[in-house]
Protein backbone atom coordinates (compact mmCIF):
# COMPACT_ATOMS: atom_id res chain seq x y z
CA UNK A 1 0.00 0.00 0.00
CA UNK A 2 2.70 2.21 0.71
CA UNK A 3 4.21 2.05 -2.67
CA UNK A 4 0.99 3.82 -3.97
CA UNK A 5 0.97 6.47 -1.75
CA UNK A 6 2.27 9.68 -3.44
CA UNK A 7 5.18 11.28 -2.40
CA UNK A 8 6.23 15.03 -3.46
CA UNK A 9 7.79 15.12 -6.66
CA UNK A 10 11.18 13.91 -7.13
CA UNK A 11 14.11 15.83 -8.77
CA UNK A 12 13.38 14.04 -12.07
CA UNK A 13 16.21 12.38 -14.27
CA UNK A 14 19.57 11.04 -13.40
CA UNK A 15 18.58 8.59 -11.44
CA UNK A 16 19.65 4.93 -12.58
CA UNK A 17 16.18 3.86 -11.51
CA UNK A 18 14.83 4.04 -14.84
CA UNK A 19 18.14 3.58 -17.18
CA UNK A 20 17.93 0.79 -19.72
CA UNK A 21 21.14 -0.47 -20.81
CA UNK A 22 20.98 -2.48 -23.85
CA UNK A 23 25.06 -4.12 -24.77
CA UNK A 24 26.16 -5.97 -27.16
CA UNK A 25 22.19 -7.56 -27.46
CA UNK A 26 21.98 -10.27 -29.79
CA UNK A 27 19.24 -13.04 -30.62
CA UNK A 28 19.68 -15.34 -33.11
CA UNK A 29 16.83 -17.92 -34.64
CA UNK A 30 18.35 -20.21 -36.55
CA UNK A 31 20.77 -18.36 -39.34
CA UNK A 32 17.96 -15.04 -39.28
CA UNK A 33 19.57 -12.50 -36.69
CA UNK A 34 16.72 -10.59 -35.61
CA UNK A 35 19.18 -8.22 -33.13
CA UNK A 36 22.31 -7.83 -33.91
CA UNK A 37 24.77 -6.79 -31.58
CA UNK A 38 23.07 -3.97 -30.27
CA UNK A 39 24.12 -1.57 -27.75
CA UNK A 40 22.53 1.88 -26.67
CA UNK A 41 21.10 3.81 -23.08
CA UNK A 42 17.76 5.18 -22.69
CA UNK A 43 17.49 7.61 -19.87
CA UNK A 44 14.92 8.71 -17.69
CA UNK A 45 12.85 12.04 -17.79
CA UNK A 46 12.94 11.63 -21.60
CA UNK A 47 10.91 10.36 -24.32
CA UNK A 48 12.64 7.70 -26.34
CA UNK A 49 12.09 6.87 -30.20
CA UNK A 50 12.82 3.70 -30.83
CA UNK A 51 12.69 3.76 -34.87
CA UNK A 52 13.06 1.44 -37.92
CA UNK A 53 11.97 -0.19 -40.52
CA UNK A 54 9.55 -3.38 -40.29
CA UNK A 55 11.12 -6.38 -39.13
CA UNK A 56 14.14 -4.30 -37.82
CA UNK A 57 14.26 -6.17 -35.10
CA UNK A 58 12.07 -3.40 -32.67
CA UNK A 59 9.61 -5.64 -30.86
CA UNK A 60 12.37 -8.54 -30.62
CA UNK A 61 14.76 -5.66 -28.33
CA UNK A 62 12.04 -4.81 -26.66
CA UNK A 63 11.04 -8.46 -25.50
CA UNK A 64 14.55 -8.90 -24.94
CA UNK A 65 14.76 -6.41 -22.16
CA UNK A 66 11.54 -7.70 -20.86
CA UNK A 67 13.19 -10.97 -20.40
CA UNK A 68 10.11 -12.89 -22.45
CA UNK A 69 13.34 -14.33 -24.99
CA UNK A 70 16.50 -15.26 -23.66
CA UNK A 71 19.41 -13.42 -25.63
CA UNK A 72 21.74 -15.62 -28.04
CA UNK A 73 24.43 -12.97 -26.79
CA UNK A 74 24.82 -9.75 -24.63
CA UNK A 75 22.80 -8.04 -21.61
CA UNK A 76 19.92 -5.65 -21.38
CA UNK A 77 19.11 -4.28 -17.64
CA UNK A 78 16.34 -2.36 -16.24
CA UNK A 79 17.68 0.12 -13.12
CA UNK A 80 21.00 -2.03 -12.93
CA UNK A 81 19.18 -5.09 -12.73
CA UNK A 82 18.05 -7.81 -15.81
CA UNK A 83 14.13 -7.33 -15.86
CA UNK A 84 13.09 -11.59 -14.84
CA UNK A 85 15.40 -11.39 -11.67
CA UNK A 86 12.14 -9.31 -10.25
CA UNK A 87 10.04 -11.25 -8.54
CA UNK A 88 6.68 -8.63 -9.62
CA UNK A 89 7.28 -6.49 -12.62
CA UNK A 90 4.75 -3.99 -12.30
CA UNK A 91 6.06 -1.39 -10.18
CA UNK A 92 9.44 -1.25 -12.33
CA UNK A 93 8.63 -1.67 -16.08
CA UNK A 94 4.88 -0.62 -17.31
CA UNK A 95 4.91 -2.17 -20.86
CA UNK A 96 2.02 -2.08 -24.01
CA UNK A 97 4.18 -4.59 -26.67
CA UNK A 98 1.00 -5.94 -28.54
CA UNK A 99 -2.29 -4.57 -27.63
CA UNK A 100 -3.48 -8.10 -28.70
CA UNK A 101 -1.47 -9.65 -26.05
CA UNK A 102 -4.41 -10.05 -24.01
CA UNK A 103 -7.76 -12.75 -23.24
CA UNK A 104 -10.64 -11.63 -25.19
CA UNK A 105 -13.16 -13.84 -23.18
CA UNK A 106 -12.42 -11.54 -19.86
CA UNK A 107 -13.51 -7.81 -19.52
CA UNK A 108 -11.20 -5.10 -19.51
CA UNK A 109 -11.56 -4.59 -16.01
CA UNK A 110 -11.45 -8.32 -14.83
CA UNK A 111 -7.82 -8.58 -16.78
CA UNK A 112 -6.17 -5.32 -15.28
CA UNK A 113 -7.81 -6.82 -12.01
CA UNK A 114 -5.78 -9.97 -11.81
CA UNK A 115 -2.80 -8.11 -12.79
CA UNK A 116 -2.73 -5.44 -10.26
CA UNK A 117 -3.87 -8.27 -8.24
CA UNK A 118 -0.34 -10.30 -8.57
CA UNK A 119 1.49 -7.20 -7.91
CA UNK A 120 -0.10 -6.53 -4.90
CA UNK A 121 -1.37 -3.18 -6.26
CA UNK A 122 -4.66 -2.05 -4.61
CA UNK A 123 -7.62 -1.90 -6.27
CA UNK A 124 -8.36 1.48 -7.02
CA UNK A 125 -5.26 1.57 -9.63
CA UNK A 126 -7.58 -0.38 -11.89
CA UNK A 127 -10.66 2.15 -11.46
CA UNK A 128 -7.89 5.27 -12.16
CA UNK A 129 -5.86 4.04 -15.01
CA UNK A 130 -9.14 3.10 -16.62
CA UNK A 131 -10.50 6.17 -16.28
CA UNK A 132 -6.96 7.91 -17.26
CA UNK A 133 -6.86 5.76 -20.77
CA UNK A 134 -10.81 6.98 -21.11
CA UNK A 135 -12.33 2.77 -20.77
CA UNK A 136 -13.99 3.04 -17.72
CA UNK A 137 -17.81 3.01 -19.32
CA UNK A 138 -16.28 0.08 -21.47
CA UNK A 139 -14.63 -1.81 -18.44
CA UNK A 140 -17.37 -4.48 -18.17
CA UNK A 141 -17.36 -5.56 -21.37
CA UNK A 142 -15.34 -8.27 -22.63
CA UNK A 143 -12.21 -7.68 -23.89
CA UNK A 144 -12.57 -9.71 -27.61
CA UNK A 145 -15.39 -6.81 -28.60
CA UNK A 146 -13.12 -3.69 -28.12
CA UNK A 147 -11.52 -2.12 -31.33
CA UNK A 148 -8.09 -2.11 -32.26
CA UNK A 149 -7.86 1.65 -30.62
CA UNK A 150 -9.77 0.50 -27.10
CA UNK A 151 -6.79 -2.92 -26.56
CA UNK A 152 -4.17 0.37 -27.65
CA UNK A 153 -5.94 2.13 -24.50
CA UNK A 154 -6.43 -1.00 -22.29
CA UNK A 155 -2.78 -1.67 -22.59
CA UNK A 156 -1.84 1.76 -22.22
CA UNK A 157 -4.06 1.32 -18.57
CA UNK A 158 -1.70 -1.95 -17.96
CA UNK A 159 1.14 -0.36 -18.45
CA UNK A 160 0.15 2.31 -16.13
CA UNK A 161 -1.33 0.04 -13.54
CA UNK A 162 1.89 0.22 -11.12
CA UNK A 163 2.77 3.32 -11.62
CA UNK A 164 6.75 2.19 -12.66
CA UNK A 165 9.46 4.55 -13.26
CA UNK A 166 10.16 2.51 -16.82
CA UNK A 167 7.68 2.68 -19.65
CA UNK A 168 8.26 0.60 -22.74
CA UNK A 169 5.63 0.83 -25.82
CA UNK A 170 5.64 -1.10 -29.23
CA UNK A 171 3.58 0.52 -31.79
CA UNK A 172 0.86 2.21 -28.92
CA UNK A 173 -0.14 4.57 -32.23
CA UNK A 174 -1.55 2.06 -34.32
CA UNK A 175 -5.20 1.81 -34.56
CA UNK A 176 -5.98 5.04 -32.67
CA UNK A 177 -8.25 8.06 -33.91
CA UNK A 178 -6.63 11.21 -34.24
CA UNK A 179 -7.99 12.44 -30.82
CA UNK A 180 -6.26 9.28 -29.40
CA UNK A 181 -2.81 10.00 -31.00
CA UNK A 182 -2.64 13.58 -29.85
CA UNK A 183 -3.62 12.17 -26.08
CA UNK A 184 -1.01 9.17 -26.25
CA UNK A 185 1.40 11.83 -27.30
CA UNK A 186 0.61 14.13 -24.09
CA UNK A 187 0.71 11.21 -22.10
CA UNK A 188 4.01 10.54 -23.07
CA UNK A 189 5.24 13.88 -22.67
CA UNK A 190 3.73 14.01 -19.55
CA UNK A 191 5.10 10.89 -17.91
CA UNK A 192 8.54 12.32 -19.37
CA UNK A 193 8.52 15.39 -17.59
CA UNK A 194 7.10 13.17 -14.00
CA UNK A 195 10.64 11.61 -14.70
CA UNK A 196 10.14 8.19 -16.39
CA UNK A 197 11.86 6.56 -18.89
CA UNK A 198 9.70 6.80 -21.83
CA UNK A 199 10.47 4.27 -24.32
CA UNK A 200 8.30 4.84 -27.85
CA UNK A 201 8.97 2.17 -31.24
CA UNK A 202 7.45 3.07 -33.68
CA UNK A 203 8.44 2.36 -37.92
CA UNK A 204 7.36 6.11 -39.01
CA UNK A 205 9.26 8.80 -38.27
CA UNK A 206 6.74 11.44 -38.68
CA UNK A 207 5.04 9.51 -35.01
CA UNK A 208 8.05 10.76 -33.38
CA UNK A 209 9.43 13.81 -34.75
CA UNK A 210 6.98 15.95 -32.04
CA UNK A 211 7.33 13.36 -29.43
CA UNK A 212 10.58 11.99 -28.80
CA UNK A 213 13.45 13.82 -27.22
CA UNK A 214 16.06 11.15 -28.60
CA UNK A 215 16.09 8.41 -30.99
CA UNK A 216 16.95 5.23 -31.25
CA UNK A 217 17.41 3.88 -34.80
CA UNK A 218 18.39 0.14 -35.92
CA UNK A 219 17.60 -1.61 -39.20
CA UNK A 220 18.31 -5.36 -40.11
CA UNK A 221 19.04 -5.59 -36.45
CA UNK A 222 21.86 -3.14 -36.23
CA UNK A 223 22.33 -0.12 -34.43
CA UNK A 224 22.49 2.89 -37.72
CA UNK A 225 21.95 5.88 -34.74
CA UNK A 226 21.31 6.60 -30.54
CA UNK A 227 21.50 10.48 -30.37
CA UNK A 228 18.99 13.59 -30.23
CA UNK A 229 16.10 14.24 -33.05
CA UNK A 230 17.85 17.51 -33.54
CA UNK A 231 21.17 15.79 -34.23
CA UNK A 232 19.79 12.88 -36.31
CA UNK A 233 17.46 15.74 -38.47
CA UNK A 234 20.65 17.10 -39.10
CA UNK A 235 22.25 14.49 -40.46
CA UNK A 236 19.61 14.98 -43.42
CA UNK A 237 21.51 17.40 -44.52
CA UNK A 238 24.94 15.89 -44.18
CA UNK A 239 27.18 14.09 -46.55
CA UNK A 240 25.74 10.40 -44.70
CA UNK A 241 22.34 12.07 -45.38
CA UNK A 242 20.26 13.23 -48.32
CA UNK A 243 21.71 15.75 -50.10
CA UNK A 244 21.35 19.48 -49.58
CA UNK A 245 19.08 21.59 -51.43
CA UNK A 246 17.23 24.51 -51.39
CA UNK A 247 13.74 26.23 -53.21
CA UNK A 248 14.60 28.99 -55.55
CA UNK A 249 12.61 32.08 -57.57
CA UNK A 250 14.37 34.18 -59.85
CA UNK A 251 13.01 36.05 -63.20
CA UNK A 252 15.94 34.04 -65.53
CA UNK A 253 14.99 30.30 -64.28
CA UNK A 254 16.64 29.17 -67.54
CA UNK A 255 20.13 31.04 -66.77
CA UNK A 256 20.25 30.57 -63.21
CA UNK A 257 19.22 26.48 -64.09
CA UNK A 258 22.35 26.42 -66.60
CA UNK A 259 24.75 27.72 -63.86
CA UNK A 260 23.41 25.61 -61.09
CA UNK A 261 23.61 22.89 -63.46
CA UNK A 262 27.12 23.10 -64.41
CA UNK A 263 27.91 23.63 -60.89
CA UNK A 264 26.86 20.19 -59.91
CA UNK A 265 23.57 20.58 -58.64
CA UNK A 266 20.24 19.07 -60.22
CA UNK A 267 17.16 21.42 -60.50
CA UNK A 268 13.94 20.37 -61.65
CA UNK A 269 11.07 23.48 -62.36
CA UNK A 270 8.98 24.20 -59.00
CA UNK A 271 5.92 25.51 -58.28
CA UNK A 272 5.03 28.74 -60.27
CA UNK A 273 6.46 31.51 -62.48
CA UNK A 274 9.89 30.86 -62.51
CA UNK A 275 10.63 28.71 -59.50
CA UNK A 276 13.27 25.87 -58.89
CA UNK A 277 13.71 23.10 -56.59
CA UNK A 278 17.41 22.88 -56.65
CA UNK A 279 19.42 19.90 -54.93
CA UNK A 280 22.76 19.39 -54.33
CA UNK A 281 23.80 22.40 -53.61
CA UNK A 282 22.85 24.62 -50.33
CA UNK A 283 21.33 27.87 -49.98
CA UNK A 284 24.41 30.01 -49.42
CA UNK A 285 26.44 29.07 -52.35
CA UNK A 286 23.26 29.13 -54.91
CA UNK A 287 23.21 32.45 -53.81
CA UNK A 288 26.47 33.07 -54.30
CA UNK A 289 26.32 31.70 -57.72
CA UNK A 290 23.77 33.70 -58.63
CA UNK A 291 25.31 36.83 -57.54
CA UNK A 292 28.16 36.33 -59.43
CA UNK A 293 26.42 35.83 -62.35
CA UNK A 294 24.22 39.06 -61.77
CA UNK A 295 20.79 36.72 -61.99
CA UNK A 296 18.22 38.49 -59.64
CA UNK A 297 16.72 36.26 -56.83
CA UNK A 298 13.03 36.78 -55.99
CA UNK A 299 13.10 33.78 -52.96
CA UNK A 300 15.49 31.58 -51.88
CA UNK A 301 14.82 29.29 -49.47
CA UNK A 302 16.92 26.08 -47.48
CA UNK A 303 15.13 23.09 -48.17
CA UNK A 304 16.06 21.67 -44.29
CA UNK A 305 15.57 17.87 -44.78
CA UNK A 306 12.34 16.35 -42.37
CA UNK A 307 13.77 13.81 -39.92
CA UNK A 308 11.52 11.75 -42.29
CA UNK A 309 13.96 11.92 -45.16
CA UNK A 310 17.01 11.55 -42.59
CA UNK A 311 15.37 8.07 -41.62
CA UNK A 312 14.65 7.46 -44.96
CA UNK A 313 18.37 7.95 -46.00
CA UNK A 314 19.51 6.17 -43.64
CA UNK A 315 17.32 2.93 -43.51
CA UNK A 316 17.02 2.72 -47.02
CA UNK A 317 19.73 -0.33 -47.45
CA UNK A 318 18.66 -1.86 -44.10
CA UNK A 319 14.82 -2.83 -44.94
CA UNK A 320 14.49 -6.50 -45.07
CA UNK A 321 11.07 -6.48 -47.48
CA UNK A 322 11.19 -3.20 -49.96
CA UNK A 323 8.31 -3.17 -51.74
CA UNK A 324 8.75 -3.46 -55.51
CA UNK A 325 11.80 -5.29 -54.98
CA UNK A 326 14.21 -8.03 -56.85
CA UNK A 327 11.83 -10.95 -57.32
CA UNK B 1 -14.75 8.22 -25.89
CA UNK B 2 -13.66 11.05 -24.16
CA UNK B 3 -10.09 11.36 -22.15
CA UNK B 4 -9.37 13.55 -19.44
CA UNK B 5 -5.52 15.24 -18.59
CA UNK B 6 -6.35 16.83 -15.37
CA UNK B 7 -7.38 13.09 -14.43
CA UNK B 8 -3.95 12.16 -15.26
CA UNK B 9 -2.53 13.40 -11.82
CA UNK B 10 -4.20 10.55 -10.21
CA UNK B 11 -3.33 7.78 -12.25
CA UNK B 12 0.02 8.21 -12.40
CA UNK B 13 2.45 9.81 -9.59
CA UNK B 14 4.59 13.06 -9.59
CA UNK B 15 8.10 11.02 -10.06
CA UNK B 16 9.13 7.73 -10.87
CA UNK B 17 8.68 6.29 -7.16
CA UNK B 18 7.85 2.61 -7.64
CA UNK B 19 11.02 0.91 -7.64
CA UNK B 20 11.83 2.03 -4.75
CA UNK B 21 8.98 0.74 -2.32
CA UNK B 22 8.24 -2.64 -3.70
CA UNK B 23 6.52 -4.51 -1.22
CA UNK B 24 8.02 -8.06 -0.45
CA UNK B 25 6.43 -10.72 -3.44
CA UNK B 26 3.78 -13.19 -1.71
CA UNK B 27 2.59 -16.35 -3.26
CA UNK B 28 -0.82 -15.66 -2.08
CA UNK B 29 -1.13 -12.54 -4.60
CA UNK B 30 -0.34 -14.99 -7.39
CA UNK B 31 -3.18 -17.41 -6.53
CA UNK B 32 -5.35 -14.32 -5.88
CA UNK B 33 -4.91 -12.74 -9.16
CA UNK B 34 -5.35 -16.62 -10.98
CA UNK B 35 -8.62 -16.94 -8.96
CA UNK B 36 -9.79 -13.55 -10.86
CA UNK B 37 -8.34 -14.91 -13.98
CA UNK B 38 -10.24 -18.28 -13.76
CA UNK B 39 -13.50 -17.07 -12.87
CA UNK B 40 -13.53 -14.46 -15.04
CA UNK B 41 -13.20 -16.57 -18.08
CA UNK B 42 -17.34 -16.44 -18.82
CA UNK B 43 -17.55 -19.93 -19.93
CA UNK B 44 -15.89 -21.70 -17.29
CA UNK B 45 -18.96 -21.26 -14.95
CA UNK B 46 -21.12 -22.69 -17.90
CA UNK B 47 -18.68 -26.15 -18.77
CA UNK B 48 -18.65 -26.55 -15.42
CA UNK B 49 -21.91 -26.13 -14.35
CA UNK B 50 -23.45 -28.50 -17.50
CA UNK B 51 -20.48 -31.14 -16.61
CA UNK B 52 -21.29 -31.72 -13.00
CA UNK B 53 -25.54 -32.43 -13.92
CA UNK B 54 -24.28 -34.59 -17.27
CA UNK B 55 -21.85 -36.39 -14.19
CA UNK B 56 -24.81 -36.75 -11.78
CA UNK B 57 -27.47 -37.60 -14.42
CA UNK B 58 -25.27 -40.65 -15.76
CA UNK B 59 -24.55 -41.85 -12.42
CA UNK B 60 -28.11 -41.57 -11.07
CA UNK B 61 -29.58 -43.35 -14.39
CA UNK B 62 -26.62 -46.79 -13.27
CA UNK B 63 -28.20 -46.28 -9.63
CA UNK B 64 -31.88 -46.19 -11.16
CA UNK B 65 -30.79 -49.57 -13.22
CA UNK B 66 -30.00 -51.20 -9.84
CA UNK B 67 -33.12 -50.03 -7.65
CA UNK B 68 -35.24 -51.13 -10.64
CA UNK B 69 -33.93 -54.69 -10.51
CA UNK B 70 -33.40 -55.34 -6.60
CA UNK B 71 -36.66 -56.63 -5.33
CA UNK B 72 -38.46 -55.17 -2.22
CA UNK B 73 -36.36 -57.28 0.33
CA UNK B 74 -32.98 -56.00 -1.03
CA UNK B 75 -30.27 -57.92 -2.29
CA UNK B 76 -29.98 -61.93 -1.43
CA UNK B 77 -26.84 -62.21 1.14
CA UNK B 78 -23.70 -63.25 -0.44
CA UNK B 79 -24.31 -60.82 -3.41
CA UNK B 80 -21.36 -58.26 -2.93
CA UNK B 81 -24.16 -55.88 -2.78
CA UNK B 82 -21.52 -53.20 -1.57
CA UNK B 83 -19.17 -53.47 -4.33
CA UNK B 84 -22.72 -52.62 -6.40
CA UNK B 85 -24.00 -49.75 -4.79
CA UNK B 86 -20.37 -47.87 -4.83
CA UNK B 87 -20.07 -48.46 -8.30
CA UNK B 88 -23.43 -47.42 -9.12
CA UNK B 89 -22.76 -44.15 -7.25
CA UNK B 90 -19.87 -43.47 -10.11
CA UNK B 91 -19.49 -45.15 -12.59
CA UNK B 92 -16.41 -45.61 -15.16
CA UNK B 93 -18.59 -44.06 -18.10
CA UNK B 94 -19.26 -40.90 -15.80
CA UNK B 95 -15.10 -41.44 -14.90
CA UNK B 96 -13.98 -41.23 -18.19
CA UNK B 97 -16.12 -38.56 -19.06
CA UNK B 98 -14.69 -36.50 -15.86
CA UNK B 99 -11.49 -37.06 -17.30
CA UNK B 100 -12.10 -35.69 -20.55
CA UNK B 101 -13.85 -32.46 -19.09
CA UNK B 102 -11.44 -32.25 -16.23
CA UNK B 103 -8.05 -32.54 -18.76
CA UNK B 104 -10.09 -30.56 -21.38
CA UNK B 105 -10.12 -27.29 -18.58
CA UNK B 106 -7.04 -28.05 -17.54
CA UNK B 107 -5.26 -27.64 -21.57
CA UNK B 108 -7.17 -24.50 -21.83
CA UNK B 109 -6.74 -22.57 -18.80
CA UNK B 110 -2.74 -22.34 -19.93
CA UNK B 111 -3.47 -22.90 -24.20
CA UNK B 112 -5.61 -19.99 -23.89
CA UNK B 113 -3.26 -17.99 -22.37
CA UNK B 114 -0.39 -19.09 -24.65
CA UNK B 115 -2.44 -18.87 -28.15
CA UNK B 116 -3.64 -15.61 -27.30
CA UNK B 117 -0.14 -13.79 -26.26
CA UNK B 118 -1.81 -13.00 -22.78
CA UNK B 119 1.57 -15.01 -21.45
CA UNK B 120 3.62 -11.88 -22.40
CA UNK B 121 1.41 -9.77 -20.64
CA UNK B 122 1.32 -12.22 -18.05
CA UNK B 123 4.52 -12.45 -17.63
CA UNK B 124 5.75 -9.12 -18.51
CA UNK B 125 3.95 -8.33 -14.88
CA UNK B 126 5.26 -11.52 -13.29
CA UNK B 127 8.82 -11.82 -14.17
CA UNK B 128 9.03 -15.20 -12.25
CA UNK B 129 7.62 -17.58 -14.36
CA UNK B 130 7.68 -20.22 -12.38
CA UNK B 131 5.18 -18.96 -9.67
CA UNK B 132 2.89 -17.86 -12.48
CA UNK B 133 2.98 -21.57 -13.02
CA UNK B 134 2.56 -23.02 -9.48
CA UNK B 135 -0.23 -20.42 -8.44
CA UNK B 136 -2.04 -21.64 -12.15
CA UNK B 137 -2.16 -25.04 -11.02
CA UNK B 138 -3.09 -24.89 -7.73
CA UNK B 139 -6.32 -22.49 -8.20
CA UNK B 140 -6.91 -25.16 -10.85
CA UNK B 141 -6.43 -27.80 -8.80
CA UNK B 142 -8.42 -26.38 -6.06
CA UNK B 143 -11.24 -25.53 -8.33
CA UNK B 144 -11.28 -29.01 -9.79
CA UNK B 145 -10.82 -30.51 -6.49
CA UNK B 146 -14.11 -28.65 -5.32
CA UNK B 147 -16.03 -30.22 -8.59
CA UNK B 148 -15.07 -33.51 -8.05
CA UNK B 149 -16.25 -33.61 -4.16
CA UNK B 150 -19.76 -31.87 -5.47
CA UNK B 151 -20.11 -34.75 -8.52
CA UNK B 152 -19.04 -37.34 -6.56
CA UNK B 153 -20.62 -36.58 -3.50
CA UNK B 154 -23.65 -35.58 -4.80
CA UNK B 155 -23.79 -38.59 -7.23
CA UNK B 156 -23.02 -41.12 -3.70
CA UNK B 157 -25.66 -39.47 -1.87
CA UNK B 158 -28.68 -39.79 -4.68
CA UNK B 159 -27.59 -43.25 -5.39
CA UNK B 160 -27.61 -44.39 -1.90
CA UNK B 161 -30.96 -42.38 -1.15
CA UNK B 162 -32.81 -44.27 -3.79
CA UNK B 163 -30.72 -47.60 -3.11
CA UNK B 164 -31.48 -47.24 0.71
CA UNK B 165 -35.26 -47.96 -0.20
CA UNK B 166 -34.39 -51.55 -1.76
CA UNK B 167 -31.91 -52.08 1.58
CA UNK B 168 -28.94 -52.36 -0.70
CA UNK B 169 -27.28 -48.65 0.29
CA UNK B 170 -24.12 -47.95 1.95
CA UNK B 171 -22.78 -45.29 3.91
CA UNK B 172 -19.09 -43.55 3.90
CA UNK B 173 -18.26 -45.31 7.46
CA UNK B 174 -18.86 -48.79 5.39
CA UNK B 175 -15.40 -50.32 4.66
CA UNK B 176 -13.89 -49.30 1.33
CA UNK B 177 -16.42 -46.95 0.69
CA UNK B 178 -14.73 -43.43 1.64
CA UNK B 179 -11.77 -44.04 -0.58
CA UNK B 180 -13.97 -44.84 -3.68
CA UNK B 181 -15.98 -41.65 -2.95
CA UNK B 182 -12.73 -39.69 -2.25
CA UNK B 183 -11.16 -41.11 -5.53
CA UNK B 184 -13.36 -40.29 -7.81
CA UNK B 185 -13.32 -36.45 -6.72
CA UNK B 186 -9.74 -36.54 -7.02
CA UNK B 187 -9.94 -37.96 -10.59
CA UNK B 188 -10.94 -33.95 -11.45
CA UNK B 189 -7.77 -32.24 -10.11
CA UNK B 190 -5.45 -35.12 -11.27
CA UNK B 191 -6.54 -35.29 -14.82
CA UNK B 192 -7.18 -31.17 -14.71
CA UNK B 193 -3.25 -31.12 -14.06
CA UNK B 194 -2.10 -33.74 -16.42
CA UNK B 195 -4.30 -31.47 -19.17
CA UNK B 196 -2.68 -28.31 -17.88
CA UNK B 197 0.79 -29.77 -17.94
CA UNK B 198 0.49 -31.18 -21.23
CA UNK B 199 -0.82 -28.06 -22.60
CA UNK B 200 1.76 -25.93 -21.53
CA UNK B 201 4.28 -28.01 -23.14
CA UNK B 202 2.41 -28.40 -26.52
CA UNK B 203 1.00 -24.81 -26.62
CA UNK B 204 -1.85 -25.50 -29.28
CA UNK B 205 -5.38 -25.92 -28.35
CA UNK B 206 -6.53 -29.05 -30.82
CA UNK B 207 -3.09 -30.91 -30.46
CA UNK B 208 -3.23 -30.51 -26.54
CA UNK B 209 -6.53 -31.70 -26.54
CA UNK B 210 -5.53 -34.95 -28.49
CA UNK B 211 -2.41 -35.38 -26.64
CA UNK B 212 -4.30 -35.45 -23.23
CA UNK B 213 -6.88 -37.34 -24.96
CA UNK B 214 -3.84 -40.08 -26.17
CA UNK B 215 -2.22 -40.11 -22.53
CA UNK B 216 -5.24 -40.35 -20.47
CA UNK B 217 -7.15 -43.31 -22.20
CA UNK B 218 -4.89 -45.03 -25.24
CA UNK B 219 -1.79 -45.26 -22.90
CA UNK B 220 -3.55 -46.89 -20.23
CA UNK B 221 -5.16 -49.56 -22.76
CA UNK B 222 -1.70 -50.49 -24.19
CA UNK B 223 -0.61 -52.02 -20.93
CA UNK B 224 -1.76 -55.17 -19.69
CA UNK B 225 -1.29 -56.55 -16.25
CA UNK B 226 -0.17 -60.40 -17.22
CA UNK B 227 3.24 -59.39 -16.53
CA UNK B 228 4.64 -57.85 -13.06
CA UNK B 229 6.37 -54.64 -14.98
CA UNK B 230 2.77 -53.80 -17.31
CA UNK B 231 1.05 -54.27 -14.46
CA UNK B 232 2.92 -51.88 -12.68
CA UNK B 233 3.18 -49.12 -15.10
CA UNK B 234 -1.01 -50.02 -16.07
CA UNK B 235 -1.60 -49.47 -12.03
CA UNK B 236 0.18 -46.32 -12.60
CA UNK B 237 -2.18 -44.82 -15.15
CA UNK B 238 -4.75 -42.54 -13.57
CA UNK B 239 -7.78 -44.59 -14.85
CA UNK B 240 -6.81 -47.73 -13.62
CA UNK B 241 -5.73 -46.06 -10.05
CA UNK B 242 -9.56 -44.46 -10.28
CA UNK B 243 -10.56 -48.25 -10.92
CA UNK B 244 -8.73 -49.77 -7.95
CA UNK B 245 -9.80 -46.90 -5.54
CA UNK B 246 -13.51 -47.44 -6.88
CA UNK B 247 -13.32 -51.00 -5.95
CA UNK B 248 -14.96 -51.00 -2.49
CA UNK B 249 -15.20 -54.74 -2.04
CA UNK B 250 -12.07 -56.30 -3.54
CA UNK B 251 -13.70 -59.90 -2.19
CA UNK B 252 -16.63 -60.57 -4.78
CA UNK B 253 -14.10 -59.45 -7.42
CA UNK B 254 -11.94 -61.83 -10.02
CA UNK B 255 -8.66 -59.92 -9.30
CA UNK B 256 -5.70 -60.27 -11.69
CA UNK B 257 -2.16 -61.57 -10.91
CA UNK B 258 -0.45 -58.90 -9.69
CA UNK B 259 -3.05 -56.78 -8.34
CA UNK B 260 -3.12 -52.81 -7.69
CA UNK B 261 -3.02 -51.44 -4.14
CA UNK B 262 -5.18 -48.66 -2.86
CA UNK B 263 -1.53 -46.84 -1.66
CA UNK B 264 -0.30 -47.26 -5.13
CA UNK B 265 -3.56 -45.91 -6.60
CA UNK B 266 -3.37 -42.84 -4.71
CA UNK B 267 1.00 -42.33 -5.00
CA UNK B 268 -0.17 -42.89 -9.04
CA UNK B 269 -2.56 -39.90 -8.16
CA UNK B 270 0.06 -37.73 -6.81
CA UNK B 271 2.93 -38.39 -8.81
CA UNK B 272 1.00 -37.20 -12.26
CA UNK B 273 -0.29 -34.14 -10.35
CA UNK B 274 3.18 -33.39 -9.00
CA UNK B 275 4.99 -34.04 -12.46
CA UNK B 276 2.36 -32.26 -14.51
CA UNK B 277 3.08 -29.16 -12.68
CA UNK B 278 7.05 -29.35 -12.48
CA UNK B 279 7.19 -29.95 -15.63
CA UNK B 280 5.13 -27.24 -16.69
CA UNK B 281 6.90 -25.14 -14.81
CA UNK B 282 9.90 -25.84 -16.04
CA UNK B 283 9.41 -25.60 -19.60
CA UNK B 284 7.78 -22.31 -18.88
CA UNK B 285 10.66 -20.93 -17.09
CA UNK B 286 13.32 -21.62 -19.51
CA UNK B 287 10.99 -21.40 -23.37
CA UNK B 288 10.94 -18.02 -24.71
CA UNK B 289 7.22 -16.44 -25.62
Known amino acids: MSALVRCAARPSGGTVDGMIEVHRLTKRYGRTTAVDDLTFTVHPGQVTGFLGPNGAGKSTALRLILGLIEPTGGTATVGGRPFRERPRGLRHVGALLDAGDVHGGRSGRAHLWALARGNALPRGRVDAVLEEVGLAGAAGRRIAGYSLGMKQRLGIAAALLGDPPVLLFDEPLNGLDPEGVRWVRGLFRRLAAEGRTVFVSSHLMSEMEHTADRLVVIGRGRLIAAETVTEFAARGAGPDGARPGASVRTTEPGALADVLTAAGAAVAPGDGEGALVVTGLDAARIGALALDHRIPLLELTARTASLEEAFMALTADRVDHPAGGAR | ?289
Open chain 2, 1 to 289: MTTSTTTGSTATGSAATGAATDPRPRFGDLLAAEWIRFRSLRPMPWVLGAGALVLVAVNLNAARYTYQHTGPDGPPPGSGYVGVAVNVSFTGMSANLLMLLAGGVGAAVIVGEYTTGMIRTTFAAVPDRRAVLLAKAGVLAVVMLGFGVLVSGVSFGLAQALLGRRHAGVSLADPGVLHAVAGAAALAPVCALIGFGLGTLVRHAAASVVTTVLVLFLLPASFNEDHRWSAAIAHAMPFTAWRRLAEADPTHVLQPPYPATVTGSWLAFAGWAVASVLAAAAVAHRRDV
